[in-house]
Each structure stands twice: as C-alpha cells, then as structure tokens.
Nanobody
Framework: QVQLVESGGGLAQAGGSLRLSCAASGTIFSINFMGWYRQAPGKQRELVAGITSTGRTTYTDFVMGRFTISSDNAKSTVHLQMSRLEPEDTAVYYC???????????????WGQGTQVTVSS
C-alpha cells in the first residue's frame, strides 16, 4: 500500500506564491513519475506539471514560467512552487505518483487526497 500526503495549499492573493509538497510512503520499489493535477469546480482534472525519475519535467501551457516542479527521489517527495498566481489557478490540487511496488511489477497509479488552492483577485 502506498500513501501520499500533501501539504501547502491555502489562500493566496493574485501575484503571490504557494508551495505544495507531497510525500510518498509505503511499499514502493521504484517511482517512475511524480506529478500534480488540479480540478476546478465543474471542470475535469488536468495535469499541471510532472517529473520523471530521471528529472525530466513537463508543464502544461497555462503554468509555464510560473510554476516549478522538483523532486527528492531519496525522500520520495515532490514539490510544486507556484508563483505569480492567478485567480484561474484556484482548484483542488492532487499529487500523483506512478510507481512499482516490487522488482518487475506493473506500474501503479496513486493519488493524494487533494489540497485546496484559492487565489483571490
């Protein structure tokens, strides 16, 4: 069993910053990918940013240049530094980890419980 614990959400003003963190624990053999998704009311969940085990990053267009994803593989943690926040960034942010639980196993998809980010104008 793999658990993801998120922290760092909250309220920020437009133009401000927040930092999200997610720590993975449990039966993890190897992490393949760590990322952040978000879901605003009435909208589908969408990828915000992701990072592979080799450090390759991906960002969706609407956060490019404003958000930075980083990870600490030794600690199985991933962070999302969010700067120049906009009201449109308001959503529940979910941590996502793709990992194997033993050598040669399939990859499994795990989700955090979500953390609310609210940006006021």
């Amino acid at each position: 069993q793999v658990q993801l614990v998120e922290s760092g959400g909250g309220l920020a003003q437009a133009g401000g910053s927040l930092r999200l963190s997610c720590a993975a624990s449990g039966t993890i053999f190897s992490i393949n990918f760590m990322g952040w998704y978000r879901q605003a009311p009435g909208k589908q969940r969408e990828l915000v940013a992701g990072i592979t085990s080799t450090g390759r990053t991906t960002y969706t267009d609407f956060v490019m240049g404003r958000f930075t994803i980083s990870s600490d593989n030794a600690k199985s943690t991933v962070h999302l530094q969010m700067s120049r926040l906009e009201p449109e960034d308001t959503a529940v942010y979910y941590c996502n980890v793709v990992a194997s639980i033993y050598s040669g196993s399939a990859l499994y998809n795990y989700w955090g419980q979500g953390t609310q980010v609210t940006v006021s104008s």
